[in-house]
């Protein structure tokens, strides 16, 4: 799962956020960090087809957000 794949027989198809699964922090905290990575995974991907780019890594202290207020 380290490049977002949701299987290797769909070399094509990623997933982000919850269904990315990556052990870090989920949704809109995970999806922060993962957004960025796909972006730079998907434009090292479009120049070199066989370029796997440097695999995804989950914080290894996720932040909590805290919701306040009404």
């Known amino acids: 799962m380290g490049y977002l794949r949701a299987s ?5 198809l990623y997933v982000i956020g919850d269904a990315g699964a990556t052990g870090g922090a989920m949704t809109i ?23 796997l780019g ?6 290894s202290l996720a932040p909590i957000l805290l919701p306040l207020g009404p």
């Open 8 to 12: 290797p027989n769909h070399p094509n």
């Open 29 to 51: 905290v995970g999806i922060s960090r993962q957004c960025p990575w796909f972006v730079k995974h998907l434009k090292a991907r479009t120049k070199d087809q066989n370029n």
């Open 54 to 59: 440097e695999a995804y890594k989950p914080w």
